[in-house]
């Protein structure tokens, strides 16, 4: 069985869209924390919120409460740097996935380059593995990057599916997908354990599901778009539903 990590960050960008200025203890709809809860009560095997450096939807005290609400597991995504490290190392999340930071971005768009930052990129490693949490690499489906992640000892990798969720419906979807497929089974051969995200819709997740090897899909946008209409209870039923049918 697949396993559905439930990304919450878009919950946080609405509610600050009208309240970021808002102090603590002020208003918080719609709260993050609140939906994560609901989530897992409708089949969310983990939660996972992206602590960016410029806090612009997902805050400190979020994760903090998070930390102490989520019953399953909490994925905290953060960059590789020196600041979000001893925060993570703090904070004690079950896991962590190291994700690259550009600020002009909207959200995570390329994978991690593991061999640019190779050395900061081990160092995170090491720092997770002293505090007993497990480093997940957001990486592209690229040969060099998985064998590289396994090298430095990344337990896990989490493929970016986002060049396939863009080429999805024009002629290059066939290619990406197989990258993915190809990224996968490297991946495992290595011994790495296999994620994979951003992009995942109802409609791709068909294709996306069988990919080799998958242990984890983090989804975010979908889902809470999903939600909108349906609720987030139906939204997390109706992915699971269509991630192993
Ligand atoms: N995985 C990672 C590492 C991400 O940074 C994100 C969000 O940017 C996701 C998964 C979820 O992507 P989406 O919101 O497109 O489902």
């Known amino acids: 069985m697949i396993l559905l990590g439930v990304n919450i960050d878009h919950c946080a960008t609405l509610r600050q869209a009208r309240y970021k200025d808002v102090g603590e203890g002020g208003a918080v709809e719609p709260d993050p924390v609140a939906l ?8 969310a095997d983990g939660i996972t919120a992206h602590l960016r450096e410029d806090r612009r939807h997902i805050q400190e005290r979020d994760v903090r409460r998070l930390r102490d609400s989520v019953s399953t597991r909490l994925n905290l995504e953060i960059a590789c740097t020196r600041a979000m490290i001893d925060f993570a190392v703090g904070l004690r999340p079950h896991s962590v996935c190291v994700v690259p930071e550009n600020r ?29 949490i497990e480093t997940s690499l ?3 489906p690229d040969e060099a990057q998985i064998e590289l992640s396994a090298k430095l000892g990344a337990p896990t990798v989490e493929l970016h599916t986002g060049a396939y969720a863009n080429a999805y419906g024009t002629p290059r979807r066939s290619a990406e997908f197989q990258r993915l497929r190809l990224g996968a089974a490297r991946a495992h051969d290595l011994g ?14 068909a294709e996306v599901r069988t990919v080799p090897h998958l242990h984890e899909l983090n989804i975010g946008h979908s889902i809470l778009s999903r939600a909108l ?3 987030i209870e139906e939204a997390v039923r109706e992915m699971k539903a269509r991630m192993n049918p």
């Open 138 to 140: 957001f990486i592209d």
């Open 192 to 205: 790495l354990r296999v994620n994979a995200g951003h992009g995942i819709n109802y409609v791709n997740i």
């Open 229 to 231: 209409f349906s609720g």
């Open 104 to 132: 002009t971005e909207v959200t995570t768009e390329g994978g991690l380059d593991v061999v640019a930052g190779r050395d900061r990129v081990k160092a995170c490693i090491k720092a997770m593995a002293a505090a007993g």
């Open 36 to 43: 994560a809860e609901r989530a897992e009560r409708a089949g």
